[in-house]
């Protein structure tokens, strides 16, 4: 991921797919998942759409602003959205209960991410 525009064409990249995986879920997975299966569904895609929208707010950051750290932000939010969110995806159709260990990493891997994205912002200077 090279530059502000990686992650703002990523960030987009990524919105259409929680687009998609979010229209999916709301119309052709109603009726064949199991209430807790769709509960987990819906947090997947949730947490992908908000994270999405999120790495385009870092890549936009990054053009105004010099801070090595955005990089790692942004990079943290790639990998949370794909365990956390992808783990869940995996969960709802079936995949082994154990991959549910991954989740909290991705979790983990989104927060760290944030805290990077607070710390480059406050110790950036603009470009």
Do not use: K
């Amino acid at each position: 991921m090279s530059g502000w525009r990686g992650f703002v064409a990523a960030g987009g990249a990524l919105v259409a797919l929680a687009t998609v995986l979010g229209a999916l879920g709301a119309h052709a997975l109603q009726g064949r998942l199991g209430e807790q299966s769709l509960h987990a569904y819906d947090t997947a895609v949730r947490y992908h759409f908000y994270h999405a929208l999120g790495l385009i707010a870092i890549g936009l950051t990054a053009r105004v602003l010099d801070a090595g750290l955005l990089r790692w932000a942004g990079l943290f939010v790639i990998a949370g959205i794909v365990l956390f969110s992808g783990s869940l995806y995996a969960l709802t159709f079936g995949a082994p209960r154990p991959l549910g260990a991954i989740t909290p990493l991705g979790g983990l891997s989104l927060i760290a991410g944030w805290v990077l994205f607070v710390i480059a912002v406050v110790s950036a200077r603009r470009v």
